[in-house]
């Protein structure tokens, strides 16, 4: 089944705590991105990268890591979480970024800094 | 990207067909038409995307005008499932110099009920 997976799908952690939240596709896609979703602000892209190992940031990038050694596999790394990140978090993918392609995305991460 | 206006909330009987507008009254020539929604705190779906003709697939339609400022995204028999946000989106393509995010407004939340 052709899918975009989030690991874990709910976090608490503590201010600080560096943590990893994994995401992967399974579409062979070249475009990858990160969004959060805060009440009232709608979802905001972080970064987003066109393919391996090109990365460029988005909107909210401060706060964030991310890497694309692979095609498959797009990790969100918060080197020194602050309850400011507590957000739903959503992956998405795209065959490629140029056209009209449909975005796909994962389930999302509940995150909670406390 | 154009900006779009949709009503904030509407309700439909289960099985009765689901008309949901949206205005974009400043479209340009190169702007498609997308929408997407989003059941509670799950990753947005895609529905159907269009440019100036009329779209159907297996999940809905989209009726674009012929001038293009307005649009309506038809569900034909909906179901209780199809409770959701639906956000419709203006956009260029390619999304090389926005990085190819999707800006999500407030949406139509649409209430299905039996």
């Known amino acids: 089944e052709a899918q975009v997976t989030q690991n874990p799908r709910y976090l608490i952690t503590v201010t600080g705590k560096k943590l990893t939240v994994t995401c992967s596709q399974n579409?062979?896609?070249?475009?990858m991105s990160w969004y959060r979703q805060d009440p009232g602000l709608g979802l905001r892209q972080i970064y987003y990268?066109?393919?391996?190992?090109?990365?460029d940031k988005g909107d909210v990038p401060e706060g964030y890591k991310v890497s694309r050694k692979e095609k498959r596999n797009f990790p969100l790394i918060l080197e020194s979480p602050s309850p400011n990140q507590t957000s739903l978090y959503f992956c998405?993918?795209?065959?490629?970024?140029?056209?009209?392609?449909?975005?796909?995305f994962g389930p999302g991460t509940r995150l909670t800094v406390l | 990207d154009a900006k779009t206006t949709q009503p904030t909330s509407m309700d439909c009987a289960e099985g009765r067909a689901a008309n949901l507008p949206c205005n974009h009254s400043?479209?340009?020539?190169?702007?498609?038409v997308y929408w997407y929604r989003q059941i509670h705190s799950q990753g947005p779906q895609y529905i159907i995307h269009?440019?100036?003709n009329n779209e159907t697939n297996e999940m809905a339609s989209l009726i674009i005008t012929e001038d293009r400022k307005s649009s309506t995204l038809i569900l034909p028999h909906a179901t209780l499932r199809d409770t959701a946000v639906y956000y419709c989106?203006?956009?260029?393509?390619?999304?090389?110099?926005?990085?190819?995010?999707?800006?999500f407004g407030q949406g139509t939340e649409l209430s299905v009920k039996p």
């Open positions: 998405a993918s795209s065959l490629r970024l140029a056209g009209v392609n449909e975005q796909f």
């Open positions: 579409m062979n896609h070249e475009y």
């Open positions: 990268s066109m393919n391996v190992e090109v990365t």
């Open positions: 400043t479209i340009s020539g190169n702007e498609y």
């Open positions: 269009g440019l100036k």
């Open positions: 989106i203006v956009r260029v393509a390619p999304f090389y110099n926005q990085g190819g995010k999707l800006i």
